[in-house]
Structures are given as structure tokens and as C-alpha cells.
């Protein structure tokens, strides 16, 4: 996957999968805690002076917070860390971010049914969201004809 912003001096160094979370969109990209499942991944070797550019591009530390997390490459097990939301609520991403992610997916081989996983519940979320609202309205018209 191209990152836009060019970390010159990472690279990556292959994929694996964090087990434990699952794979949300609040408008972007984040994982969150959710037992027996896991969220496939691209793992770079960070260079140092590649960090304050990529923590700036993901918003760190009032958008995105990072978390050490374990995962498996190869056979062995490594730490690495990962940008976690800090607030938001579920909801559908833009069609362009989506297809950005997309594109990452199929370029690393990544499995892609996370990925549609993820938007198919963002997108029923938020029709549950919109039918509740609806259903607060109506019930407030109601009250107010009695």
C-alpha cells in the first residue's frame, strides 16, 4: 500500500494478524477489543525519524493513541505497535478512504472479508441509528397529539 505522506526510511517487512481485536470504521480505520477475533496487518520496521511524521499524518495523540500489541511473523513471536482511535462512533467510511484501504488489501494480499466485515457493520449501524431517530420523532409527534 503507497503511504501518501512517504515514510522514507520504513519498510515493510511482511503480514500478519493481531488476534483479540477486530477491524471498525468511525468515519476511519481503527481496531477495537473483541474476543476470537483478529484483524489482519501490515507490519513495517519503523525508522525512527519516520515516527513524528507518521504520528502527525495519524493524529497522535488526540485522534489516534498507539498500543504495543503481540503478534506472530515467521513462526516467532514480536511486539509492535499499533494507532488506536480515541473516541468516535461507528459509522461508514468515504468511498475514496474505503477504496485506499481497499487497494492496501489487495496489493499485501490481505484477506478482504475484514474489510467488507467492517463496512457492512458500519453501514447497518448506522441505519440503526438513523431508524432510531425516526422512531424518537414519531414517538415525540405522538405525545404531543395527547
Known amino acids: ?19 483479540g481485536f477486530e477491524l471498525e470504521f468511525r468515519g476511519v480505520a481503527t481496531i477495537v477489543p473483541k474476543k ?5 496487518v501490515l507490519i513495517w520496521e519503523l525508522d525512527e525519524r519516520d515516527l513524528p511524521v507518521l504520528n502527525k499524518y495519524e493524529g497522535f495523540p488526540s485522534f489516534y493513541r498507539q498500543k504495543k500489541m503481540p503478534f506472530e511473523m515467521d513462526g516467532k513471536s514480536y511486539e509492535g505497535m499499533a494507532y488506536l482511535m480515541n473516541r468516535g462512533t461507528i ?12 487497494q ?6 490481505l484477506d478482504e472479508s475484514y474489510l467488507e466485515t467492517a463496512l457492512e457493520n458500519s453501514i447497518y449501524h448506522k441505519q440503526l441509528m438513523e431508524m432510531e431517530y425516526e422512531f424518537d420523532e414519531l414517538n415525540d409527534d405522538f405525545q404531543m397529539k395527547f
Open 1 to 19: 500500500m503507497e503511504v501518501s505522506f512517504a515514510i522514507a526510511d520504513s519498510q515493510v517487512v511482511g503480514v500478519s494478524e493481531i488476534k
Open 36 to 40: 476470537n477475533m483478529k484483524v489482519p
Open 91 to 102: 459509522s461508514p467510511p468515504s468511498p475514496q478512504y474505503y477504496n485506499t484501504i481497499l
Open 104 to 109: 492496501g488489501y489487495r496489493e499485501n494480499g
